[in-house]
């Protein structure tokens, strides 16, 4: 199966286009440094996903997948506390981090 029709790809997509959607209104001090990690830690979970399908040795990218992925919850964390990121967007986006994180760590499991 290609790494695009994966339903884990779809989402991980989606969180990227959010993560760029919700940036683009930082303040200035953060939108060239939160804001670019954010972006870049978003982009790095699409790129895992591409390797783990791609690889034999998928639990070790699928690992990778998920320290990334629970930095980027860090960072909207800290955007929520620092009043950059509103609780409407917050939900968006920790409902796709759940949904993706249940669909790795799944397909991890099942690679064991």
Known sequence: MLHTELP???DTYQLIVKVFEY???FSKEYKYTLG???KRDALQLI???YRANKHQNRVEHLEIFLDELELLKLEI???VDMKLL????QAVL???LERI???VIGWRNSSR
């Open 23 to 25: 940036t683009k209104d």
């Open 36 to 38: 670019q990690d954010m």
């Open 47 to 49: 790129r895992s996903i």
């Open 77 to 79: 964390r800290l955007c």
């Open 8 to 10: 884990v790809y779809r």
């Open 101 to 103: 994180s249940k669909q």
């Open 94 to 96: 920790s409902e796709l």
């Open 86 to 89: 509103p609780i409407k967007k």
